[in-house]
Structure formats: C-alpha cells, structure tokens
C-alpha cells in the first residue's frame, strides 16, 4: 500500500502529525472503540487524539486502556453533549484508572498477546475443521 504525505495531499483543514508509536483515538462515537497504535509518521484529523504516554506508561497498555469495556464506558457517558457521539478533551483528561509499574504492564501485555494469539490459533483451527468437514460432505 503507498501513503502519501500530507503535502501530496495538500491537505487545509486542521491535521495533527503523530510519530511512529503514538496512541491513535477516534473521539467520534467512541461506542465504535476505535483505537490503534501508529505503524508510521502520519497526519490525523482534528477527529482523532493522537498520545504518546510518558515513560511510566508503555503505548501498548494505554492501547489496552482505550480498547477496555470500562474506558469505553467512560466515554460514551460524557459523549453526547453534542449533536454527534465524541469524547471531548475536558471529559477525557478526567478519566482515571490505576497505572502500575512497567514490569507488571509488560506481564499483562505478554498475557494478553498469548490469550489473543490462541484466539487466532483457535480461529484458524476452526476454520480447518469446517473445511475439511465441507470437503467430506462435498465428495458425498
């Protein structure tokens, strides 16, 4: 896939660049839980929060954050203040959750990587077997 600079764009309207590694957030309708940590330098709309936590704080932990049940809880009740579902930076900055120390956020990491990772095994083996049962019931 080729990206194109924000010149080649030639983009006008607000746009913010973010760094490799930042924390993307979608603001707009924040039920949709639209979170994501940039594979790339690049430009986001005034739409998006683009965050790149402080030492104590690994991106891919406040990754988790965004993407939790009780963050989106969060802000989907302070998110219709206006005509469209959006999480408003007053609201956010109002958000607390307990941050522990890095080695204990790099143990959830890598538990959470290997309980998702045997998702996708488990995924992919399900796929396997409807395969193969539809293979069988095909040469019947």
Do not use: W
Not at 109 to 138: E, P, S, T
Request: overall charge positive; aromatic content about 8%.
């Amino acid at each position: 896939m080729k990206l194109e600079s924000a010149s080649e764009q030639a983009v006008i309207s607000g746009k913010y660049s973010f760094d490799e590694g930042a924390v993307l957030y979608s603001k707009i309708r924040p039920n949709l839980v639209k979170a994501a940590i940039a594979p790339c330098r690049g430009l986001c709309s005034a739409d998006m929060y683009a965050l790149v936590p402080q030492s104590t704080l690994r991106n891919e932990y406040l990754l988790e954050i965004f993407l939790s049940d009780h963050f989106t809880q969060f802000a989907v009740s302070g998110s219709m203040r206006t005509g469209i579902p959006k999480l408003n930076r007053g609201h956010l900055i109002q958000y607390r959750c307990p941050i522990p120390l890095i080695a204990l956020q790099d143990d959830y990491l890598a538990k959470v990587g290997a309980i998702r990772n045997a998702k996708i095994d488990l995924a992919a083996r399900r796929a396997a077997v409807k395969d193969m049962k539809n293979q069988i019931l095909a040469e019947v």
